[in-house]
């Protein structure tokens, strides 16, 4: 089932995608739900944010040749974690399927994309062992990590490298049946496969993220996990197009644009 | 004016506190609203948390004898930030007042306090002067940043060290009319003054980190953003009654328990 946020005619609803046409539903998409007996193309819908997490998790480190590449690159030893510790994005930064990522006119050029799958919470839990885990999910969408990298290693935080606005596109809709072993990420940059790798293949697997945090920490339903990305991406530049694919899940598509 | 988040008869709502009094109001805090009629005595209602934020900023480093403190228990030279750069929080960890801080058991002795000043936005604010950004705030309220600084030193992100449910306490109501240069945060332990500061003597003002953070990160009503704290926290124990007071404003106050 795919879970659409959309906007149309000046109303924002969620619907179930299937094919191309949107059907209309309202009340709460993780309890209890109805159709309103309205439907759209897809194609006349606006497609928005499929929903503000309540706390919004972040997987940073969690493929081995994304950080066997990077440190590559620095000419330093790759920093592979030992253990499965989560970090945090900000609200602010989430746009839409097709919205425009804004480069600040101060950026430098080294700004990077990182596809990644997010998994998106439909329970409230604690305390789950990694058998239980999967049960917490109420289905999984797209995110793209947009990093200023001058300004991740200048600073002490992550405030402007990773969480200005624009910064965090998600979507464009939840799917809820996804097999994950199948799955494949491909970011494409104008049109041409440029970062490839296997969804799945983690370095600590979502069921083991959401064990271990769910030891200090309860997960409500919208919140949702960032599992991190593979390989390298190139600097991009203003007027280039980068779209995230996950089979049998979607393609998350953003221009990126500097600001004047 | 007091805004107080409240349940009564397991109705959830927000009113205005006058004296000892809670008038409930219905509608939006930010926006329009209006007393509903009803009225109940403070001392038959629970406390919630006035507010459940969008994103939830924090200033980590923001008075200088907490660094200097800090850096000579340690042995090492103060590292004194040079730039107002803003950090996060996580919305799973927060608490009322009069809720108890839950110890995990397993963490070590070094569970800290730290008294805080915390900014309730009232306004959708992007690129600010300095001159404009108090504008933007609607209230203030108190927090109580609660650390396991073992944790904290050990892992790489701060989700367990900072982010454990029950770690953040804020409360007990938002005040909307507070002069900060009279404000002075005196944080108790079991009825002790332990620690004692200006709250309003920051190494970066409340202006300066509105403004430089947005530059890059839009600000929405009910955002909040914890300003940090002063002096040093005793290793709190089982039992301990912590009790963070910032004059004007009020009392936050919370015990801590360790988990069986």
Redesign the interface.
């Known amino acids: 089932m795919r879970w659409i946020n959309f906007s149309h005619a000046g109303h924002t609803a969620y619907g179930l995608l299937e094919g191309d046409t949107v059907i209309e539903t309202r009340g709460d998409i993780f309890t209890t739900w109805e159709r309103t007996g309205r439907s759209f193309p897809l194609a006349s819908v606006k497609i928005e944010v499929p929903l503000?997490p309540?706390?919004f998790y972040c997987a940073?480190l969690n493929y081995v040749d994304h950080l066997k590449e990077a440190a590559d690159k620095a000419g330093t030893v790759p920093n592979i974690?030992d253990?499965a510790?989560?970090?945090?994005r900000?609200?602010?930064?989430l746009i839409a399927h097709e919205e425009d990522v804004i480069i600040?006119r101060d950026a430098t050029e080294k700004v990077h994309y990182e596809g990644e799958l997010v998994v998106v919470f439909g329970k409230k839990a604690?305390r789950v062992s990694e058998a239980e885990a999967m049960d917490c999910i109420f289905g999984y969408t797209i995110g793209n990590d947009v990093s200023e990298r001058t300004w991740q290693k200048a600073?002490?935080?992550f405030?402007?490298s990773k969480?200005?606005?624009t910064f965090k596109p998600m979507g464009p809709w939840i799917e809820t049946e996804l097999d994950l072993n199948a799955a494949h990420t491909t970011v494409k940059l104008n049109g041409v496969p440029r970062t490839s790798f296997a969804t799945n293949h983690m370095l600590f697997s979502i069921a083991h993220f959401i064990h271990v945090?769910s030891?200090?920490?309860?997960?409500?339903p919208g919140?949702v996990m960032w599992m991190g990305t593979d390989g390298t991406s190139p600097d991009v530049k203003s007027g280039d197009l980068v779209e995230v694919e996950i089979s049998g899940l979607g393609v998350l598509r953003n221009r990126f644009v500097r600001e004047p």
Chains 1, 2 share one sequence.
């Open positions: 503000i309540r706390t940073g974690p253990r510790e989560i970090g945090y900000a609200q602010n930064a600040p604690r600073d002490r935080t405030y402007r969480n200005t606005d945090t030891q200090y920490c309860t997960f409500y919140d």
